[in-house]
């Protein structure tokens, strides 16, 4: 089983924060490399069992479905279900965390899955800086860090 585990600093409150990466269906408006997305079935984007699907920069298609969120504790988790990416037993967490001195909150992006042992070290890499520390990246960009 492969692990990805990615981390950050942001230089605003983790409530802050958390109002903008929350909306599972809103990876647009703060990751760069999503070009658009939708939830199936008109359900709600923060029930748990919604589908997002949604679209890459680059033309790629992924589904992914919540598995658990929490307000309380400032956090998501999902499952990819469909995607061109050879990985299998996907399972995702962000999580932040307030950084009690300052305005600031420790973010956490990690994820496991299953992937031909061959091809690993590519795939956490690509995951880990092309898709986590890039999201980190942006929202530290948004909230001035």
């Not at 679209?55 to 400032?74: A, F, K, P």
């Not at 996907?90 to 305005?103: A, C, Q």
Request: aromatic share 10%; proline share 6%.
């Amino acid at each position: 089983m492969a692990r990805v585990f990615i981390s950050s600093v942001i230089n605003a409150p983790a409530d802050r924060v958390w109002d903008r990466i929350r909306d599972f269906n809103g990876l647009p408006k703060w990751h760069p490399k999503i070009r658009d997305s939708r939830i199936e079935d008109a359900l709600p984007s923060d029930q748990v069992g919604c589908i997002r699907n949604f679209n890459l920069q680059n033309g790629d298609n992924i589904r992914e479905q919540l598995l658990g969120m929490s307000d309380y504790d400032m956090f998501t988790t999902y499952s990819i279900l469909e995607s061109p990416m050879p990985l299998e037993d996907y399972v995702s967490t962000i999580r932040l965390t307030p950084v009690t001195d300052g305005e600031r909150c420790f973010a956490e992006w990690s994820a496991e899955f299953s992937v031909d042992p061959a091809m690993e070290t590519d795939w956490v890499e690509n995951i880990g800086s092309g898709v986590f520390q890039a999201g980190l990246d942006a929202l530290k960009r948004h909230f001035g860090g």
